[in-house]
C-alpha cells in the first residue's frame, strides 16, 4: 500500500450503522472506521482493550463502574479488556476503531458484525 487513506472517503462509501469497515491493517490488527447512531448493548471483551477514537460526532461509553466517558472529535478512550460497558452515540458519531484481526465487535463471535474491507 502506497498511498495514504482518506478516512473521510471510506467513511462515505457506507450509511449502516455498528457495521465496522476495515480499511488497513496494522501489526495484526484491524484499523477500522464506522458510524454509530443511538444505543449498541452492554458488552465485554475478554481478551482484549477496545479501542475508540472519534473522528466526527460525539459518543459516550458507559462503564459497568457506573461511570460515563464522552469523547468528542480526536478524542480516544480505551475500554480495558474485561470491563463491560456501552458505547452510544445520541447523533451520528464516526469513529476508528483498532482492533486484533478476528475480534469481535460485539464481544461474541455468534453476534459480531462481519468483517468488511474497504
Known amino acids: 500500500m502506497n498511498a495514504a487513506i482518506d478516512l473521510a472517503g471510506k467513511l462515505a462509501t457506507f ?9 488497513s491493517l496494522f501489526n495484526g ?4 472506521v464506522a458510524k454509530l447512531r443511538g444505543d449498541y448493548h452492554w458488552h ?8 475508540f477514537l472519534v473522528l ?6 458507559d462503564l459497568d463502574d457506573g461511570t460515563t466517558v464522552t469523547l ?12 463491560r ?3 452510544r452515540a ?4 464516526q469513529i476508528m476503531l483498532i482492533e486484533r484481526t478476528g475480534t469481535p465487535n460485539s464481544g461474541h463471535l455468534a453476534t459480531a458484525a462481519p468483517r468488511r474491507v474497504i
Not at 468528542?72 to 470491563?83: A, I, K, R
Not at 445520541?90 to 458519531?93: D, G, L, S, T
Open 15 to 23: 450509511s449502516e450503522a455498528w457495521q465496522p469497515r476495515t480499511v
Open 29 to 32: 490488527h484491524d484499523v477500522m
Open 44 to 51: 465485554v471483551h475478554d481478551d482484549s482493550d477496545d479501542f
Open 56 to 61: 466526527a460526532g460525539s459518543l459516550e461509553i
Open 72 to 83: 468528542g472529535p480526536g478524542q480516544l478512550y480505551v475500554v480495558p479488556q474485561g470491563m
Open 85 to 87: 460497558h456501552r458505547p
Open 90 to 93: 445520541p447523533h451520528e458519531a
